[in-house]
């Protein structure tokens, strides 16, 4: 059986060959358990599960794109700031890859601390009138989890409407009736790939992994955070979580509401959305720092976020700044990482101390003692659980959302980022960078020198498998 696979494997699948081999390797060495893996994590998406009727067309938003295309490629598009000038390939590369439209933000708050984040949802949750759309991976059936789901159902039944779409396998944990009252109350929630036996989802890959809320058209969140008590500190073996999370507000909004009704009717046939002026209020300010909101998935054939990743980082001449929680980059972020440093950009990379996944930690730490070798610096946080997952390039770009650094972001999950040009908000988000620095200890050449070889054998075992982590 094991071979048959393996041939497989190597003929139908048509995956890389770094995967491929890991594959082949864990059905040899530990055949049984190997084949169980691979029906769980290894199999291809079946995309027919998400290929369902359009049911919402925004031809205002597609108009605008094309019209912004044409202008950014004849050089036509009007009040570009300088720092979006600069970054025009990757404008361009978003755009026609994933339709993002360069959008601007009339006021951009950052978040890295989960009570301070939640605090501020939910006044805005109080505040709406009109309606409250919601997409987590993670929620949680606790104190957070509970107080969230009585604020929606208190606004479904003042007439709000409020649609919240959750992964089923993230929140695996949740009481089959938790959303009933939401429900009940004229709210509506949904899973996203459900199982098909209640409690039994083999399909372990191919998660929803984004993580927005959006309130009236007008304010939107996008980052890191789930829903769960961990994610405000409360539980006891993450310690303090350290993540990173935007709200915004002005026409970028109007971006993650189109991505929220497409994942939303992918997801729902039975209740689709549909178009309405309501859900994209037309904004009177267009000043503000200029943005992208990008999204990835095994839907589409391209790693789009991660070739996003690739075009901050060769762009780089000053510096790059980089926090994931899971490090597992594939050969061309290696190399692009590697490249600038020698080149002699300031390249620093800060990763979580303790790991909530001791393999995937491993495997992390595998990658960074190689770039250590090529003056990379690399920082360990200890103030708690580092979650968040941001780039900054050259103190003018940076980008954050849901999608971390490693293999399964990039190829295997539906992700979804911001991608901020302006100097003013890079400079910001730069400063917490630093701020966390102070928090961290840095791995050196002697840090690893001094590991163990058992330490070392760990790693490199994870090094060996980290195509399928």
Not at 67 to 73: A, F, G, V
Not at 451 to 460: G, M, N, P, T
């Amino acid at each position: 059986m094991n071979v048959v696979l393996a041939f497989f494997i190597l003929f139908y699948e048509r995956k890389s060959a770094s995967s491929a081999w890991a594959w082949i390797l864990i059905l040899f060495f530990i055949p049984v358990a190997g084949f169980i893996l691979y029906l769980l994590f290894g199999k291809r998406f079946n995309q027919k599960r998400l290929q369902r009727p359009a049911a919402y067309e925004n031809s205002d938003f597609t108009e605008m794109v094309d019209h912004q295309l044409t202008q950014l490629k004849t050089d036509n598009l009007r009040n570009l700031s300088p720092v979006a000038k600069e970054m025009k390939d990757i404008i361009q590369m978003n755009m026609v890859r994933t339709g993002a439209p360069l959008s601007t933000a009339s006021d951009v708050v950052i978040y890295n601390d989960g009570a301070r984040k939640f605090e501020a949802l939910f006044e805005d949750i109080r505040q709406a009138q009109d309606h409250i759309h919601l997409q987590y991976f993670i929620v949680k059936n606790d104190d957070l989890g509970n107080r969230l789901l009585a604020l929606l159902t208190e606004k479904a039944r003042q007439g709000v409407k409020v649609l919240f779409l959750y992964d089923d396998l993230g929140s695996r944990n949740l009481p089959k009736k938790f959303f009933d009252e939401l429900n009940e109350a004229g709210g509506r929630a949904t899973a996203f790939l459900p199982a098909i036996l209640a409690g039994i989802n083999p399909r372990l890959n191919h998660r929803n992994h984004r993580k927005l809320v959006v309130v009236d058209g007008v304010i939107g969140y996008i980052g890191g955070f789930n829903i769960g008590d961990e994610y405000v500190g409360k539980k006891i073996e993450f310690g303090y979580w350290r993540d990173t999370h935007l709200r915004v507000e002005g026409e970028i909004v109007h971006s993650l509401q189109n991505r929220f009704f497409i994942d939303w009717n992918q997801a729902d046939d039975k209740y689709p959305m549909k178009y309405g002026e309501n859900y994209f209020p037309k904004m009177e300010s267009k000043e503000g720092p200029a943005m992208q909101i990008v999204e990835s998935g095994p839907l589409v054939s391209h790693e789009d976020i991660k070739n996003g990743f690739l075009k901050m980082i060769y762009h780089a001449r000053k510096s790059v700044y980089l926090q994931t929680p899971y490090f597992i980059p594939d050969k061309s972020i290696m190399d692009a990482l590697k490249t600038a440093a020698l080149s002699g950009v300031d390249v620093q990379i800060m990763v979580p101390h303790e790991a909530d996944h001791i393999f995937v930690h491993s495997a992390t730490l595998s990658f960074v003692r190689e770039l250590v070798q090529d003056g990379v610096r690399v920082f360990k946080y200890k103030n708690g659980f580092l979650h968040a997952k941001t780039l900054i390039v050259d103190e003018k770009a940076y980008t954050v959302g849901s999608a971390n650094m490693d293999i399964r972001s990039f190829a295997l999950n539906f992700e979804l980022n911001a991608f901020v040009y302006d100097v003013d908000a890079t400079l910001e988000m730069t400063n917490v960078f630093f701020q966390d620095k102070k928090l961290s200890v840095e791995m050196t050449k002697e840090t690893f020198k001094n590991q163990s070889l058992l330490e070392r054998a760990k790693q490199d075992i994870a090094k060996l498998v980290s195509p399928i982590l």
